[in-house]
């Protein structure tokens, strides 16, 4: 497929579960971060024509987590493109519907499990959309490790874990940690966009909105926002949440042009 460069840096992971690499990192800035133990992939199965796709393209479209800085220029083959991260990327529903819509913007969709990201790889080959790439690992550590302060335009978290039980809520990603976390890899101007079904999760969110002051608060819905935030489709997420009478809550925030003279 021409229109994906070669990328002779990415490591191939044909078997079902590879270690991640070192430990979870350790912040020392006093906030809050998901607490989930050391990291491990999530197994699955790919089907033959999966694992033939995952051969033959992973190589150039696809990363394992690492402590080496993503040079995004390269890996998309162009300069001076928006680029957006995708955190929790699932299937890739979304990620491979709003692409089309956003051709100037590079995509790198991050996600756990390799079957999610089998499917994504699928819909990139047989959609020919050149413009995602995509990391096999956990976001904060992606975040972390693998892109570098004020290099990113957006980041995109949809339908996160809400991990309901009280003894679980520090698990979840939308904590001060993570915000300020995002906040340093955005450029100035750049736009956090969650999205929640889950009604308890919004309320935590919405606690939160204001925790970190290098990103400003803009609510739902924000029409000068800078980037695309509709999804074009409902992911399987959200017509789960919709049969149940679950109403869809979203967050925007953008970051300010004020330096980050805090240390992670």
């Known amino acids: 497929m021409s229109n994906f460069p070669h990328n002779p840096h990415s490591s191939d992971s044909s078997g079902p579960s590879r270690p991640a690499g070192p430990p979870r990192s350790e912040f020392r800035d006093g906030l809050d971060y998901p607490r989930l133990g050391s990291i491990g992939f999530r197994r699955g199965t790919l089907t033959e024509n999966q694992q033939e796709r995952w051969d033959e393209y992973w190589p150039t479209l696809g990363r394992e987590l690492s402590d080496e800085l993503i040079d995004i220029p390269a890996w998309f083959g162009r300069e001076g493109a928006k680029t957006i991260l995708e955190i929790g990327s699932g299937t890739g529903t979304s990620t491979a519907a709003m692409a089309p819509h956003e051709p100037d913007t590079n ?38 490790r693998m892109i570098a302060p004020g290099s990113l335009d957006g980041v995109r978290i949809f339908f996160p874990d809400p991990w309901p039980k009280a003894r679980h809520h520090k698990r979840r990603i939308i904590q001060s940690g993570p915000l300020h976390l995002i906040a340093n890899r955005l450029k100035p101007g750049g736009v956090l966009h969650v999205a929640t079904d889950h009604a308890e999760y919004a309320e935590w969110i919405s606690e939160l909105v204001t925790v970190e002051p290098l990103l400003e608060y803009k609510g739902w819905p924000w029409p000068e926002c800078p980037q695309l935030t509709d999804r074009q489709l409902l992911t399987k997420f959200e017509r789960r949440g919709l049969t149940m009478d679950h109403s869809i809550h979203e967050f925007l925030w953008q970051r300010t042009d004020a330096p980050d003279d805090r240390e992670l």
């Open 107 to 144: 995509i790198i969709a991050v996600e756990l499990y390799r079957p999610g990201l089998a499917k994504l790889l699928t819909q990139i080959v047989l959609q020919d959309i050149p413009t995602i790439r995509m990391v096999r690992g956990d976001g904060i550590e992606v975040l972390t």
